[in-house]
T-cell receptor, first 111, second 114 residues
Framework: NAGVTQTPKFQVLKTGQSMTLQCAQDMNHEYMSWYRQDPGMGLRLIHYSVGAGITDQGEVPNGYNVSRSTTEDFPLRLLSAAPSQTSVYFC??????????FGQGTRLTVV | AQSVTQLDSQVPVFEEAPVELRCNYSSSVSVYLFWYVQYPNQGLQLLLKYLSGSTLVKGINGFEAEFNKSQTSFHLRKPSVHISDTAEYFCAVRTHTGFQKLVFGTGTRLLVSP
């Protein structure tokens, strides 16, 4: 099993550019979420989904959009990148009361 | 709302010494508790979890944690650390109902030296 797969692993963007971070899981998990990790702040929830077609905002949603058209995929879109969005992004999936499984992360730098 | 406090941002320790990483949480409802480990340039991997039952939970790589409801703590322990345990450790909580989002602490970097 691949688990949770994130692409790309690294990305450099210029301020104002847009891009999509991809996340796919092959475990048939109903819940998927995006976190950002910044030094000294742990992981903070950006957006999450409880099933196909259902998404909601987390703790730090501004500047990001998500959609969930299938159970497997949960892409995160940066509409107009800003230096404050330089971070490491993690996608996670879980089912019921089970543990969350994390992808390997995307390290994004906005210059 | 839930919150997690990891007071120690960094814990240096010598190889083969015991270690305790502290975690305290706040919640008005019952929660599940987790410890995750992150090795350099890697994602997060589950070390152990407390869902119910025995308050002493054993995880992978010789780690264990004890849930203390009265002190709202879930400290992580290992009796003898190895160089390979050098990593960042995150404590997290999750509610029992709804989306069950994870709320993380700020992390503790464990530095094991020879």
């Amino acid at each position: 099993n691949a688990g949770v797969t994130q692409t790309p692993k690294f990305q450099v963007l210029k301020t104002g550019q847009s891009m999509t971070l991809q996340c796919a899981q092959d475990m048939n998990h109903e819940y998927m979420s995006w976190y950002r990790q910044d030094p000294g702040m742990g992981l903070r929830l950006i957006h999450y989904s409880v099933g196909a077609g259902i998404t909601d905002q987390g703790e730090v949603p501004n500047g990001y959009n998500v959609s969930r058209s299938t159970t497997e995929d949960f892409p995160l879109r940066l509409l107009s990148a800003a230096p404050s969005q330089t971070s490491v992004y993690f996608c996670a999936s879980s089912k019921g009361s089970g543990e969350a499984f994390f992808g390997q992360g995307t390290r994004l730098t906005v210059v | 709302a839930q919150s997690v406090t990891q007071l120690d941002s960094q814990v240096p320790v010598f190889e083969e010494a015991p270690v305790e990483l502290r975690c305290n949480y706040s919640s008005s409802v019952s929660v599940y508790l987790f410890w995750y480990v992150q090795y350099p340039n890697q994602g997060l991997q589950l070390l152990l979890k407390y869902l119910s039952g025995s308050t002493l939970v054993k995880g992978i790589n010789g780690f264990e944690a004890e849930f203390n409801k009265s002190q709202t703590s879930f400290h992580l322990r290992k009796p003898s650390v190895h160089i390979s345990d050098t990593a960042e450790y995150f404590c997290a909580v999750r509610t029992h109902t709804g989306f069950q989002k994870l709320v993380f602490g700020t992390g503790t970097r464990l530095l094991v030296s020879p």
